[in-house]
């Protein structure tokens, strides 16, 4: 578990210590806190066990957008083992920074960096990172701009941007180009624009990546995969004359097509939960925690499984806020 909490006592902004605990038992332990400092703003992009207990993490500096060349490899609890030798391999580049990582038990290291200085008429493809232990230990391939980026010219940043999957091998690149944005300034960032957002959405084999099939969303808000390669996303829809602006859920099945996920009709209120956010197992096995807000007052949440989604946690308990 990761717990990011500020710190007022001793300055007159907020400073974030992000601490790790393990589970053992019915008890937590502390393993990890990141170092302080008057500028320590480190954040965990990812962590993963990689063997005999072992829990690595990269670190990137959350108040800088071209964190990149600083972000880090650490070991943060191996108990009684030797510890794993570092295979991440940052940049020499001072201009890219971090929108997604994920690492695996086998050490290999995967990034999404971003040029965090690009200008309007200047787009730079954002590119995927594979560290590998031994050697080569440094990869990089680009992913192709989007039709509308290359003929308009657009500056962008990744937004919402996630790495899927359980072996670098075979994941799901997830997210969206937000044209017209600043690179984030800490974790807030960017805010979405007003403009369509060309999706992120790639497949990578851990040699190449090809694009899967566009999502009938304008924007991808929360995605999730299951174990059978389902690709699950909640995003909004292109079409805001068919409901507005609530957002949508969609799978795509492993070779398949996108198929909609519809949201139950509540009887009390006469009307669909919105989706909030999704997780996969599989094709015939989705969650989507969705609200009903049946006044300014009354806010109810719900979590709903599978394609069908039986809600089996009603909003007509308790309410929330």
Request: charged letters at 25%; a neutral charge.
């Amino acid at each position: 578990m990761v717990l990011r909490t500020p710190d007022n006592s001793s300055r007159d902004y907020p400073f974030y210590h992000e601490r790790v605990f393990r589970l053992g038992g019915a008890r937590w332990t502390r393993v990890h806190q990141a170092p302080e400092g008057d500028h320590a703003e480190d954040l965990y992009q990812d962590l993963w066990d990689q063997g005999s207990g072992c829990l690595v993490g990269l670190l990137v500096d959350n108040e800088d957008a071209t964190n990149a060349w600083t972000a880090r490899q650490e070991v943060l609890d191996c108990p009684g083992q030797p510890a794993p030798r570092p295979s991440y391999k940052a940049t020499n580049e001072k201009t890219y920074g971090i929108a997604a990582a994920r690492g695996w038990r086998s050490g290999d290291v995967l990034a999404l960096e971003a040029h965090a200085a690009m200008k309007e008429g200047e787009p730079a493809p954002v590119r995927l990172v594979l560290s590998r232990p031994g050697r080569p230990d440094r990869t990089e391939i680009l992913l192709p701009l989007p039709p509308e980026i290359r003929r308009d010219r657009r500056k962008f940043y990744p937004c919402d941007t996630r790495l899927l999957g359980e072996s670098p091998t075979d994941v799901y690149v997830v997210g969206n180009h937000e044209l017209g944005v600043e690179a984030p300034q800490g974790v807030y960032g960017p805010y979405p624009s007003e403009e369509t957002s060309p999706p992120l959405l790639f497949h990578f084999d851990g040699t190449a990546v090809s694009e899967m099939p566009a999502p009938p969303t304008r924007r991808i808000l929360n995605a999730a995969r299951g174990q059978d390669g389902t690709l699950v996303i909640l995003g909004l829809p292109r079409d805001a004359s068919r409901g507005g602006k609530a957002p949508e859920v969609w799978a795509l099945p492993r070779g398949g097509a996108w198929v909609q996920v519809q949201m139950p009709v509540d009887p009390e209120v006469k009307a669909a939960y919105t989706p909030k956010s999704v997780a996969a197992r599989s094709l015939s096995d989705i969650w989507v925690v969705g609200v009903h807000e049946k006044s300014e007052r009354d806010r109810r949440l719900a979590l709903f499984r599978s394609h069908r989604l039986t809600e089996i946690a009603p909003g007509s308990g308790p309410t929330h806020r």
